[in-house]
């Protein structure tokens, strides 16, 4: 059973989604980032930077010592690989799901962070930055949605640890600032993800650790 260690945020979330999906049995253990739980030393063992969310697999395929992974999206990798899921059917898919994931990775989750921090955050407001990554977020989901167009889901086959990692992102849009009516591929594509068991059931989990009202995107 992985030992997921978690807190309600987009990233969080990216990693639910995938274990909901697989079906993988998992321990959920709760990070609270408001506490500052995700700098106490039994955590940096298991994630270096002091990031939520991490993973510790007891169960290494071979056997051996277990496995601690930190950072989102290497972790939706290395659960895509052990169950052989989400990832690709062949070689082109595989490599168009990774393109998207590292898009998300280093390109819409920092500036949607970004957005997310001026816009909410900051102790006094910046209209230069606020716009400045209010901007670049609607660029991003412009990518996205000449991305979908023709298309169920984001790269390859079917649904993908890609669209795992973007979906999250992309609930919080109104406090990034963006109307999903302007991005109509990437609203269908956003209802249809939000309509899957799994997504429904990942963000039960999500409101059984911090309830909606305490919920800071």
Known sequence: MIDFYYWPTPNGHKITLFLEESGLPYRLRPIDIGKG????????????????????????????????VFESGAILLYLAEKTKKFLGPDLRGRVETLEWLFWQVGGLGPMAGQNHHFSKYAPEPLPYAIERYRRETARLYGVLDRRLEGRSFVAGAGYSIADMAIYPWIVPHQDQGQDLAAFPNLGRWFEAVAARPATVRAYEVAASVRPPADARG
């Open 37 to 68: 739980e995700q700098f106490e030393p039994e955590f940096l063992k298991i994630s270096p930077n002091n990031r939520m969310p991490a993973i510790v697999d007891p169960e290494r395929e071979g056997g051996g010592a277990p496995v601690p």
